[in-house]
């Protein structure tokens, strides 16, 4: 092409033109990719743990621990407890009971520190 060409009526060789890279595909593309790219993971077992809360001892009152004794958590009744996965904390939830199952409803998503 000639140096001639004009767009809008300026001359080409005037025209502050620059050029970028821009990535292919469109994000809806790029979406379904990531989500097929995660496909092969999907069957991988995860341990997921809601954790009521927790206690401290040594280990002569462990000892002493009987059937009916109460362990005393460091959890209020009503607060949130945390939700693992793989020992990771996920998020937090309240307990809710499932038909005649304990459940957890998730509350907050904790974010990843990346």
């Known amino acids: 092409m000639s140096d001639e060409i004009e767009n809008n009526g300026i001359p080409l ?3 502050n033109i620059q050029t970028m890279d821009l990535p292919t595909g469109s994000k809806t593309e790029n979406v379904h990719r990531n989500a097929a790219d ?7 077992p995860v341990r997921v743990s809601a954790i009521l ?3 401290k001892m040594p280990v002569s009152e462990l000892l002493e621990l ?3 004794n109460v362990l005393e958590l460091d959890r209020k009744v009503g607060e949130a407890v945390d939700i ?3 020992a990771r904390l996920v998020a937090r939830g309240e ?3 499932v ?3 304990l459940g957890v409803t998730m ?3 904790i974010k990843s520190e990346k």
Do not use: P
């Open 38 to 44: 995660l496909e092969a993971v999907f069957d991988v």
């Open 107 to 109: 509350t907050e998503v």
């Open 66 to 68: 009987d059937v009916g």
């Open 99 to 101: 038909e005649d199952k």
């Open 53 to 55: 809360g927790r206690a």
């Open 95 to 97: 307990v809710v009971l």
């Open 13 to 15: 060789q005037e025209q």
């Open 84 to 86: 693992y996965v793989n």
